[in-house]
């Protein structure tokens, strides 16, 4: 079985930088595409980040130039740098991995809070 373990969310100010890691863990498995969502309250969850398993990443026009996602294989693990925080960012941000066991299927993370204060 596996699980993805995120850390690094928290309260920071506007202009801040937090960096967000998710780990997966488990047995005999392989990953192909990471990626970062996020869910404001009251909205819906929207793509923030991702990144093929050849390193091709693509951003939401929202945080593009801010925001830089970026994968260790050897460590299973996916990264999220956010700098130039804006209290817009503020959700709950989930990574989300396509691991195949005997099968394909998309893990997400616990989520993780972001609070960005002006």
């Known amino acids: 079985q596996v699980q993805l373990v995120e850390s690094g969310g928290g309260l920071v100010q506007a202009g801040g930088s937090l960096r967000l890691s998710c780990a997966a863990s488990g047995s005999s498995f392989s990953i192909n595409a990471m990626g970062w969502y996020r869910q404001a309250p009251g909205k819906q969850r929207e793509l923030v980040a991702h990144?093929?398993?050849?390193?091709?990443?693509n951003y939401a026009d929202s945080v593009k130039g801010r925001f830089t996602i970026s994968r260790d294989n050897a460590k299973n693990t996916v990264y999220l740098q956010m700098n130039s925080l804006k209290p817009e960012d503020t959700a709950v941000y989930y990574c989300n991995m396509a691991i195949y066991t005997s099968y394909s299927r998309s893990y997400w993370g616990q989520g993780t809070q972001v609070t960005v204060s002006s």
């Open positions: 990144i093929t398993s050849g390193g091709s990443t």
